[in-house]
């Protein structure tokens, strides 16, 4: 409702909205009758026709033709959560997919508020920013964040304040990931399976142990768990779901 009323004159304000109409060049549209609206109707009709077709093809027809593009995303978002987003980023097709999937990700300092503003992979012209402490609505829940990271992208400065030190699961040569524990491969970037002896017996790029102080095997470190849960029989839900029913019919009843 801020937003309505700053960039529509809704509600009570402190300042002059017109002021900010005029700082973003609205002030025509003002003039002319139209009055935003956070969500409103018409221009889900106007475009409602083109919902589903995807525009995937334009954005790798952008991205071959080194136009710089930028996806962020809120970490606390619930209606886009930023692992789909991600994964949907590390797809697409074109010319750099496999050195922007292997590439670095960075911790992204933001100057507004000179702490941890979120986390950035990159690689020449495409970006992925993923936001902290946003959801959805990201310049609504950190607007002085969203600035720091609009001035960033029009001014070519930097996202890369530090290296995340976490390790990256290991890839073959063509991008794809190697497979997880204990699942063995010949793959010589993939990542190695510790034994279960305390570190000692770790398995060489041969497949071979690299002392023989351990006769444990992948397998064996990484014996899967049974959890037990007590049978009850089908009668047992029966009569569960018969006591609910009778209890919401007598409810509303009553009612």
């Known amino acids: 409702k801020d937003v309505e009323a700053y960039l529509g004159g809704f509600g009570s304000i402190s300042s002059d909205f017109t002021k900010v109409l005029e700082a973003i060049h609205s002030t025509p549209s003002f003039e002319s009758g139209q009055r935003y609206r956070e969500c409103t109707d ?22 071959n033709n080194d136009v710089k593009m ?46 941890l503003g979120g986390y950035m992979k990159e690689y020449k012209n495409l970006m992925y920013l993923k936001v902290l ?61 510790p034994s279960n002896n305390n570190g000692k017996g770790q398995t060489g790029s041969d497949g071979q142990p690299d002392d023989d102080s351990s006769t444990s095997t992948i397998d064996e470190a990484h014996q899967p768990v ?4 007590p049978y009850m029989a089908a009668e047992f839900w029966i009569a569960s779901s018969l006591a609910a029913a009778v209890a919401v019919a007598g409810l509303c009843w009553f009612c």
């Open 42 to 63: 018409p221009p889900y009709n106007a475009l409602k026709h083109q919902d589903g077709l995807g525009v995937t093809k334009d954005v790798v027809d952008l991205l």
């Open 70 to 115: 930028l996806f962020f995303n809120g970490v606390n978002d619930l209606i886009c959560n930023h692992v789909g987003n991600e994964i949907a980023v590390e797809g697409f097709e074109w010319d750099h997919q496999v050195e922007y999937q292997n590439a670095k990700r960075y911790g992204w300092k933001a100057p507004s508020k000179g702490q």
């Open 133 to 193: 402490h946003s959801g959805h609505m990201v310049p609504m829940d950190v607007p002085d964040v969203s600035l720091d990271m609009l001035r960033n992208l029009v001014f070519g400065v930097s996202f890369d304040d530090y290296e995340q030190s976490i390790q990256r699961a290991g890839q073959k040569p063509g991008g794809e990931n190697c497979p997880v524990c204990p699942a063995q491969t010949t793959c010589e970037a993939c990542p190695v399976c």
């Open 226 to 229: 049974t959890i037990t849960i």
